[in-house]
């Protein structure tokens, strides 16, 4: 039987008849056209000139920062001032000894094998003295004045150290004051052990050194302690996020960034790190001295002109929000505890470094070290501003420069692996550590990148970098 036009729906069995006939003789509505969903590639005028420029003044400040650290770490061996790594582990091994003999098992073998591996980092004459004051105070025998004897004969300035730890072994401890001050200055904690041993073996002097080192061992045995359960936790957290990547369940991806914002990123990291490097440098040829405080009113304005130059040069706020990082992703508490257990998976990989770190300075000689380890050893407020510059400022300002335009930028041009370790070797070359600490620091800033692209948001690795220097800090504040 053929449809009829008159046939009514609720007339026929079939209550869908109705709909068939609709469909046979209503003419086939037109859709409307799709969107232009094509993405409009921006353009900036002078891109690709701006671009090869921003990279060529990355590269001479990145070479500038490693000749300039070079040359001062070539007048600290110079100009005689304590080393820092050698003193802290002169204080390990001092300490360890203390605790064995509380519990009456001490064994020289023990800390004979730290004294070896501190006399393997030791560069200078200076330590070389120092080690003999360490392997003084371990034998309970004192300096050996045969070694003693040739150092002074063969550095000038030694000479008189010399004479001043032997006039205080004559004297039992007491000497003139300028003469200790500037043993203190040249060798400090290290002038204090020296001394000690000039006191009678139950001497108040001799106990205050033993339970300041047994603090320190302690502090570092218990922090060794923690870092290596949280390290053990890092690396299953590790392994479970690889295997949830390769099912597909983890995504690391950043927003697509064309590459003429690519281009805009890295010009704008490029001001910030020439203007973080030239103002404070400009500030020396001045004929009058400035506050210490305009050093960080320059550093912030370098930051500033860094963050907002993407957007003087056109590139639209939406894309500049999105390609920085700049919302609270999953919300601040989700992304700050994504940051703890990004933190934590990044522990092998900085253990790893710091392996690294150990081999490059067995074979150069030539220890990490930081200027910052100096500031702790000065007063309270001084103290307070340096944990604020290492706990907020830099976290802030280095997430927002290299994890907000750098990672970025370069990985619109290149591809995201190859733009971790490029911007992580930049952010490790430019810290003063020097090249021992750079593995280390690349395994921390590649770590930050990876947090970056899992979260979006810059929330996560700002955690992650506050929450590793903020135990730095606590290990240097309790050592």
Partial sequence: MSLRPEAKGRDS????????????????????????????????????????????????????????????????????????????????????????????????????????????????????LRIEILKGWMADAGPSSSVLADLATKNADLKTDIATLNEFKTAGGQGADDSWKKLHQRHGWMAELARAQSYPEKSP??????????????????????????????????????????????????????????????????????????????????????????????????????????????????????????????????EMGAGVLGWMAVLPLLILGMVAASWITKFTGVPPTHPIMEEFSGNGWIKIGVVMLAVIWAPVSEELMFRGLLF??????????????????????????????????MALAAGFSLLRMWRQSLIAPMTAHALNNGLVCVMMLLL
Avoid at 101 to 124: E, K, P
Avoid at 272 to 296: E, H, M, N, S
Avoid at 430 to 440: D, E, L, M, T
């Fill in 408 to 441: 970025p930028g370069l990985s619109a041009w290149l591809r995201w692996v190859i733009g971790i370790l490029t911007s992580a070797f930049i952010f490790a070359v430019i810290h003063p550590q020097g090249w021992a600490g750079v593995p280390a620091i």
């Fill in 205 to 334: 002097e001799r106990q205050a050194i033993v339970e300041q080192s047994i603090s320190t061992a302690m502090v570092l045995l218990f922090g060794s302690a923690i870092g290596l359960m949280a390290a053990a936790a890092g690396l299953v957290m590790m392994i479970l996020a690889i295997l949830r990547f390769r099912e597909g369940r983890l995504r690391l991806t950043l927003k697509p960034v064309s590459r003429a914002d690519g281009g805009i990123l890295i010009e704008g990291f490029a001001i910030y790190l020439a203007l973080f490097l030239v103002l404070p440098g400009l500030l020396t040829f001045l004929p009058f001295k400035l506050p210490r405080w305009i050093a960080y009113v320059m550093a912030f304005s370098a930051l500033g002109f860094g963050l907002l130059w993407p957007l003087w040069r056109g590139m639209k706020k939406a894309s500049w929000r999105e390609a920085l990082g700049l919302h609270r992703g999953q919300g601040l508490w989700r």
């Fill in 13 to 128: 069995a079939c209550p869908f008849q109705n709909v068939v006939f609709a469909r046979q003789v209503m003419p086939e509505a037109t859709p409307p056209p799709l969107p232009n969903t094509e993405l409009v590639t921006p353009s900036y005028r002078w891109g690709r000139a701006g671009l090869v420029l921003a990279v060529i003044a990355i590269l001479t400040c990145a070479v500038w920062v490693v000749r300039h650290n070079d040359e001062e770490r070539l007048d600290e061996t110079q100009h005689v001032s304590p080393n820092r790594i050698l003193e802290m582990g002169a204080r390990y091994a001092v300490g360890v000894k203390g605790l064995m003999q509380m519990t009456g098992q001490w064994n020289s073998a023990v800390t004979d094998t730290m004294v070896a591996d501190l006399s393997n980092i030791s560069q200078t004459d200076e330590d070389t």
